[in-house]
């Protein structure tokens, strides 16, 4: 028996799914876990660096006037519409890797026996060096901007906005072990996940 903690990256594009799927296996199997989309939140909140740097670069509009908290969905809005621009609030939130990092590591001191980390830009940001396993899930446009429109009650020109400044599941997977169709009903998907998630434990 290996004891040697497992780190499970978890990839895809917006819409595809994953964070639902996700949180079946953590209701199942209780593995420990990081969002790194939501943790990079927490790094521009107020009196954090990260804030007055994303300001300075897209101007205090993007600010809640009632909460003083950065308004994501105004700032989704700008950065979504380009790259280069996306990667101007990656530059200016910071180094984000170190603190996914050290999540990572408290897991593997601690003896953990399985940790997920999600994130967009999982392969992107070489989050998979320290990932035993990458997953990747994939769903079909048409349903993704579906979702998008129920879920983040978005119009369809910025559903596909969002969509196209994404990289696409083709140029991805070469760096999976496991690629996820989610266009399938939820329940089988989460079949043939949660049958991939028990292969791993039992080979630990």
Known sequence: MNNKTIIIG??????????????????????????????VHTLYEPGKPAYHRIIKEFGDQIIDNKTNFIDRQKLGAIVFKDKKLMTKLTNAIGDIGSEVKKIVDSWILNEKKIGIVEAVNLIEARYIEWCDQ??????????????????????????EKRINSQTSWEKRAEFANLIMDTDDEIDKVYRNLKNEYIKLMTNQ
């Open 134 to 159: 990458v997953w990747l899930f994939k769903v079909d446009n048409k349903i993704a901007l579906k979702r998008l429109e129920i879920r983040n009650n978005l119009p369809i020109i910025e559903a």
């Open 10 to 39: 978890i990839t895809g594009s917006i819409a595809t799914g994953k964070s639902t799927y996700i949180q079946k296996l953590i209701s199942e199997f209780s593995p420990e876990y990081c969002d790194a989309d939501k943790l």
